[in-house]
């Protein structure tokens, strides 16, 4: 009875846990993250100087940033356009109970439990101009000689890059997918297939116009996580060759930790935080995401 009381009439007590969590890693860093965007460390004094709004005035100045945001924007639809049509492609594929389809479905998920970091020292060597294996096939094929180098070549490291991501993520595209293709009616299905719909003309006036909601929220949590991308591009290119492969999550920590602006770093986060806000929410009032 006890128990009962205090489930029903002090909710509080349970819920503390989670608030205190969410209180200590996301309402204090991110007020700390805005004060710390109106100051800057001063080296020789050793300490944080109020500076004002010079941080943001530098951020809209700063030619690197808007080439970062560039480079950022272009992953971020081409990443994100090719996990979500390989995603259904597979999700489509695989959406049987045939032999052998419930162990490829198992293989697939084997990718996402990897750390990206791991992933992206993985595709450093299949991308060796030496002796990596992506580069030997294309040197067999023709299509890439090993005298120019994937990850070394300013027009094709950011490729090189994408390639680990897409890796990686398409198969949580495809989980998603598939999850939301066992949750249709076959009603539909079955009075298309009496009216002699194509296969074609059953996925496009049926299966999609199900599916958009599941894979709204895909795109949604996928596009976000895409948007904040930092570990591939540190590991394979640390940004080069040049400012090439540079994300906005790359240059900020570059500009906190390597060069010690703190506060024009917490300026940059903020900044992508709140073009994260903004996609979001434009997004989920467009497909009209209830959560």
């Known amino acids: 009875m006890k128990i009962g009381v205090l489930s029903t009439d002090r909710p509080l007590i349970w819920i503390l846990p989670l608030l205190a969590m969410l209180l200590a890693f996301t309402v204090i860093p991110l007020f700390y993250n805005i004060w710390l965007s109106f100051h800057e460390y001063a080296p020789f ?7 004002g709004w010079e ?9 690197r940033m808007w080439e970062a945001l560039w480079t950022t924007m272009f992953y971020f639809i081409v990443v994100l356009s090719i996990e979500l049509g390989l995603g259904m492609a597979i ?3 695989l959406d049987a109970e045939e032999f052998g389809f419930g162990l490829l479905r198992v293989l697939l998920t084997l990718t996402l439990v990897i750390p990206p970091a791991i992933v992206g020292m993985m595709y450093l060597l299949i991308q060796d101009p030496e002796f990596g294996v992506l580069t030997y096939v294309l040197d067999t094929l023709g ?8 990850l070394a070549t300013s027009s094709l490291a950011l490729w090189g890059v994408m390639l680990a991501d897409i890796w990686q993520w398409t198969p949580f595209m495809f989980l998603i997918f598939l999850a939301g293709l066992r949750s249709l009616p076959q009603e539909p299905y079955e009075a298309a297939m009496l009216d002699g719909a194509s296969a074609f003309m059953t996925f496009r006036r049926i299966t999609l116009p199900l599916m958009s909601k599941v894979i709204a929220v895909a795109v949604l949590i996928r596009g976000i996580d895409i948007f904040r991308m930092f570990d591939y ?15 906005l999550s790359l240059y900020s920590w570059q500009q906190t930790f390597s060069f010690i602006k ?9 900044f992508t935080l709140i073009i994260i806000l903004v996609i979001a929410n434009l997004f989920i009032a467009l497909t009209k995401v209830r959560w």
């Open 45 to 51: 004094k050793r300490q944080l100087v109020f500076v």
């Open 262 to 270: 703190w506060g024009y770093g917490a300026t940059l986060s903020l």
């Open 91 to 93: 999700a489509l594929l």
């Open 233 to 247: 591009v540190f590991v394979m290119t640390s940004g080069g060759p040049g400012t090439s492969t540079y994300t």
């Open 55 to 63: 941080n943001w005035q530098l951020l809209f100045s700063d030619a």
């Open 143 to 150: 299509i890439l000689g090993k005298s120019t180098p994937i």
